[in-house]
């Protein structure tokens, strides 16, 4: 019985995985980029130029198609002082000389800044710069954001990658795999969730689950048992670790996330079946067609 369900979700997990080619990409372009503000700021360059990832990238995350990589890029104490020192928005100010510097490195690049982050925008993947600065707190860093007339922003991004790991851990290493298939979902279907919440959502939902543990095997009850848990979140929230922040669900997602959850009954109507082929149909109905039909 379910002859299809464990090799399906076994497949699609495995497309959605990132190629060598573009991980070679992407962490060559991503260093090329700090290594040119360490040119600019620290006035020579390491093979370990300040900075790290953050976003997807830095939480295991990422998923087929490449688009973007965010990083931090750890700015001198004294570049902060001195930009302290403005008048108006400083942190418009910082965004800007960063976006200067990077394009005498890259002047042919799309570029630009954007509220907290400069856009580099290469052929294959775009690099989100942001420049933060140290603080006396553990892990803890300041990031400028523009709107509002300009603040620096707390942020403590290991929180992320901690509260993501220990949830993970618990739950049989399957948060990092649901995340990347629910991902998909939103690409597919146009859904107006960001990754961030959807990778906090579903940690809260395998957190509770009482198959959390189990292999692909369960997955087509692991796809519509998240569907029904979203259903019910309209005008919820989420906690994010990094920031504190409670960020507002909203409902603009909710009519898809019913569309999503009745076709994944389908789906396991007919996984239930052995009807692969009728399932497969539905999962791409959801999923688009990086999950197979045919097995």
Request: net charge negative; hydrophobic share 40%; glycine share 8%.
């Given at each position: 019985?379910w002859?299809?369900?464990r090799e399906r979700?076994r497949?699609?997990?495995n497309?959605?995985k990132?190629t060598?080619?573009?991980?070679i990409d992407?962490?060559?372009k991503?260093?090329?980029?700090?290594?040119?503000?360490?040119?600019?700021?620290?006035?020579a360059?390491?093979?370990?130029p300040?900075g790290?990832l953050?976003g997807?990238?830095g939480?295991?995350?990422a998923?087929?198609?490449v688009?973007?990589?965010?990083?931090?890029f750890?700015?001198p104490?004294?570049?902060?002082?001195?930009?302290?020192?403005?008048?108006?928005?400083?942190?418009s100010?910082l965004?800007q000389?960063?976006k200067?510097?990077?394009?005498n490195?890259?002047?042919?690049?799309?570029?630009?800044?954007?509220?907290?982050?400069?856009?580099?925008?290469?052929?294959t993947?775009?690099?989100e710069v942001?420049?933060?600065?140290v603080?006396?707190s553990p892990n803890?860093?300041?990031?400028?954001?523009t709107?509002a007339?300009?603040?620096?922003k707390?942020?403590t991004?290991?929180?992320?990658?901690?509260?993501?790991?220990?949830?993970d851990?618990?739950c049989?290493?399957?948060v990092?795999?649901l995340?990347?298939?629910?991902?998909?979902?939103?690409?597919?279907?146009n859904?107006?969730l960001?990754s961030?919440?959807?990778?906090l959502?579903?940690?809260?939902f395998?957190?509770t689950?009482?198959?959390r543990?189990?292999?692909?095997?369960?997955y087509d009850?692991?796809?519509?048992?998240?569907?029904q848990?979203?259903?019910v979140?309209?005008?919820?929230?989420?906690?994010?670790?990094?920031t504190g922040?409670i960020v507002?669900?909203g409902?603009?997602?909710?009519s898809?996330a019913?569309?999503?959850?009745?076709?994944?009954?389908?789906?396991?109507?007919?996984?239930?079946?052995?009807l692969t082929i009728?399932?497969g149909?539905?999962?791409?109905?959801?999923?688009?067609?990086q999950?197979?039909?045919y097995?």
């Amino acid at each position: 019985m379910w002859v299809g369900v464990r090799e399906r979700f076994r497949q699609f997990r495995n497309t959605l995985k990132l190629t060598d080619d573009q991980l070679i990409d992407g962490t060559n372009k991503q260093l090329g980029v700090r290594q040119s503000l360490q040119r600019a700021y620290y006035g020579a360059t390491t093979d370990t130029p300040p900075g790290f990832l953050v976003g997807s990238w830095g939480k295991g995350t990422a998923t087929q198609p490449v688009t973007d990589i965010d990083i931090f890029f750890v700015i001198p104490l004294a570049v902060y002082h001195r930009v302290e020192a403005y008048s108006g928005n400083k942190q418009s100010a910082l965004l800007q000389e960063v976006k200067n510097h990077l394009l005498n490195t890259y002047p042919q690049t799309n570029m630009r800044g954007d509220g907290q982050v400069v856009l580099v925008g290469f052929k294959t993947i775009i690099i989100e710069v942001v420049p933060v600065v140290v603080t006396t707190s553990p892990n803890c860093y300041l990031m400028p954001d523009t709107n509002a007339g300009g603040r620096w922003k707390p942020v403590t991004p290991q929180a992320d990658v901690d509260h993501l790991n220990a949830t993970d851990a618990a739950c049989g290493a399957n948060v990092r795999p649901l995340i990347g298939m629910l991902k998909a979902w939103k690409r597919e279907c146009n859904v107006p969730l960001k990754s961030f919440q959807i990778e906090l959502l579903v940690s809260e939902f395998l957190s509770t689950y009482q198959w959390r543990t189990y292999d692909y095997y369960f997955y087509d009850w692991f796809i519509r048992d998240f569907f029904q848990f979203l259903c019910v979140k309209q005008h919820g929230y989420v906690y994010v670790p990094s920031t504190g922040d409670i960020v507002d669900l909203g409902d603009a997602w909710h009519s898809r996330a019913i569309s999503a959850r009745d076709r994944a009954l389908k789906a396991c109507e007919a996984e239930y079946d052995d009807l692969t082929i009728e399932a497969g149909e539905e999962w791409q109905k959801i999923f688009g067609q990086q999950i197979p039909i045919y097995l």
